[in-house]
């Protein structure tokens, strides 16, 4: 299976990254709203079905690649077979 | 009587570039100082433990979040959990909170800049085992150097960390370099005997490097595993 974890700053939380992408982009004539920079975790898991691997990078998640004070997590999983 | 040396430990993980500052500095101070190695399940036995600064398994995914995993830091939690005394400097205090024995995380520096100066902190407390040796309120010079030192609570965890009057040490008014929460350079535990701070006070020692002040932190410690040494015997 294939599974993407996309991890990003919890809303309300100050995010520098995100303001100077912003700030950028309007300096560039795009007229965008709050910007966010998170991370984008590509794995292959190996499980029988979408069900068992979302429970494992959920626990992956908790464990080891969101830290839950800052950081909110969404995962998509695609059957790779 | 010869002086008792207490044994304080120096965890090297892949990364650390301090451990070595650290183990001097101690050495200096008194202190019985050993190297220890990221991947040893066992530790030997010690008075104190110190997390050196550095960027231990390159700061990946989040300061600290790989480092504590490693073999070693099992054991520290434990040593932890019993009441041991354990010091995180910068990357140690990263691994410190990121492994739950300190509250909070510390996010990237608000600039986005990696810091290099030496800053003025505010001692709040010195009933704790780190900073017995300083003066109520006293200000003391250390350099920071780090691009991962904003300390960052939720509201609800901050109230928490300053009703129980956890920060004890901040950074004085204007000399804040990273945007921390309620400008928290270091924190004591609730138990109060585990200390992370992003200062370096190993790099602190000797006037000659500009500023002797971090040897109050760490002959705080240093003192207060002797006298653990003392009561024992």
Redesign the interface.
């Known amino acids: 299976m294939r599974a993407t974890v996309l991890v990003l700053p919890k809303t309300g939380i100050l995010d520098p990254q995100g303001s100077a992408v912003e700030e950028s982009l309007r300096q560039l004539g795009f007229p965008v709203g709050e910007a966010r920079v998170g991370r984008v975790i590509d794995l292959d898991v190996d499980a029988g079905s979408a069900d068992e691997a979302r429970s494992a990078v959920e626990r992956m998640c908790e464990q080891l690649l969101a830290n839950p004070l800052i950081e909110s997590y969404e995962i998509a999983v695609e059957d790779a077979s | 009587m010869s002086e008792v040396r207490p044994r304080v430990g120096v965890v090297t993980f892949p990364g650390s570039n301090d451990d070595r500052d650290a183990v001097w500095a101690l050495a200096a101070l008194g202190a019985d100082a050993k190297p220890l190695w990221h991947a040893d399940e066992r530790l030997p036995a010690l008075d104190a433990i110190v997390l050196p600064g550095g960027f231990s398994y390159g700061d990946y995914?989040?300061a600290g979040?790989?480092a504590r995993?490693s073999p070693a830091m099992g054991a520290v939690v434990e040593f932890a959990r019993e009441g041991g005394l354990v010091l995180g400097i910068c990357n140690g205090f990263q691994v410190l909170c990121?492994a739950g024995l300190l509250p909070?995380?510390l996010?990237?520096?608000?600039?986005?800049s990696f810091v290099c100066r030496d800053v003025r902190l505010t001692v709040e407390r010195t009933d704790t085992p780190f900073t017995s040796r300083c003066r109520p309120g006293q200000e003391l010079t250390i350099p920071v150097k780090h691009g991962d030192g904003c300390w960052?609570?939720?509201a609800a965890?901050l109230a928490e960390v300053e009703g129980d009057d956890l920060v004890l040490l901040r950074y004085a008014e204007g000399e804040n370099p990273n945007?921390s929460v309620a400008d928290v350079a270091g924190l004591v535990s609730p138990e109060g005997n585990v200390m992370g701070l992003m200062p370096h006070p190993e790099h602190a020692v000797d006037p000659l490097l500009g500023s002797g002040d971090g040897a109050l932190v760490l002959a705080s410690l240093v003192d207060a595993a002797r006298d653990r040494v003392l009561q024992a015997a």
């Open positions: 995914l989040r979040a790989i995993f990121e909070g995380v996010r990237p520096n608000r600039s986005l960052f609570a939720p965890l945007g």
